[in-house]
């Protein structure tokens, strides 16, 4: 059983930059399609990044520019730089995985695999 895990969450101030890493327990080499989620307070969940298993990508529009999802194929670790880290960017973050293709790369019922979540906290 495939399981993922998360950290390098933090508290920084607005405009600082952080690094999340998403290790993949048992890897044994499969491409997934990954993604990063976050959900902050009282808000629904929400698609930010996007990885297909060609190494293809997408970003949501508020944080093109400033985030970028990467995976180190060897280790099959996904990561999410973050720059320019925003108060409005606050939340819990999650890793995903799965290994069906979908057309919607942000559909949360067709990911297999979720970490537990780190928490990001952006102060004005």
């Known amino acids: 059983q495939v399981q993922l895990a998360e950290s390098g969450g933090g508290s920084v101030q607005a405009g600082g930059s952080l690094r999340l890493s998403c290790t993949v327990s048992?890897?044994?080499?499969?491409?997934?399609?990954s993604a990063w989620f976050r959900q902050a307070p009282a808000k629904e969940r929400e698609g930010v990044a996007f990885i297909d298993i060609n190494g293809h990508t997408n970003h949501m529009s508020s944080v093109q520019g400033r985030f970028t999802i990467s995976r180190d194929n060897a280790s099959g670790t996904l990561y999410l730089q973050m720059n320019d880290l925003k108060p409005e960017d606050t939340a819990m973050y999650y890793c995903?995985?799965?290994?069906?293709?979908?057309?919607?790369?942000?559909?949360?019922?067709?990911?297999?695999?979720w970490g537990q979540g780190t928490q990001v906290t952006v102060s004005s």
């Open positions: 995903a995985a799965r290994e069906r293709y979908s057309r919607y790369l942000w559909r949360s019922s067709d990911y297999t695999y």
């Open positions: 048992r890897y044994t080499g499969e491409r997934y399609y």
